[in-house]
């Protein structure tokens, strides 16, 4: 099993920035892929950005891109997601996931609020 805690959601007016923390415990492999999504109210849960343990390969969603930066796993098994220039469009609850693969999603978190106010 592995478990899974994000950190750092709040209330920012549009513009700012939040960085977003995922601390990784448990049984936690090198060959995981972990991954940022989130759930905007009233809609489903979407792919936000993944990236391999490593680092050496991300994604990123388009309505995200240029804005959000996702790193790789630290040496204290945490993950991060940067976000710059919010929107209120951003408002969601963002969710931390573990997978074998980019398509494979085997572990979540409990999720983070993120509010951005006009």
């Known amino acids: 099993q592995v478990q899974l805690v994000e950190s750092g959601g709040g209330l920012v007016q549009a513009g700012g920035s939040l960085r977003l923390s995922c601390a990784a415990s448990g049984r936690t492999s090198s060959r995981y892929v972990m991954g940022w999504f989130r759930q905007r109210p009233g809609m489903e849960r979407e792919f936000v950005a993944s990236?391999?343990?490593?680092?050496?390969?991300?994604y990123v969603a388009d309505s995200v891109k240029g804005r959000f930066t996702i790193s790789g796993i630290d040496a204290k098994n945490t993950l991060y997601l940067q976000m710059n220039s919010l929107k209120p469009e951003d408002t969601a609850v963002y969710y931390c996931?573990?997978?074998?693969?980019?398509?494979?999603?085997?572990?979540w978190g409990q999720g983070t609020q993120v509010t951005v106010s006009s």
């Open positions: 996931a573990a997978g074998s693969g980019f398509h494979t999603w085997d572990y």
């Open positions: 990236v391999s343990w490593s680092g050496g390969s991300t």
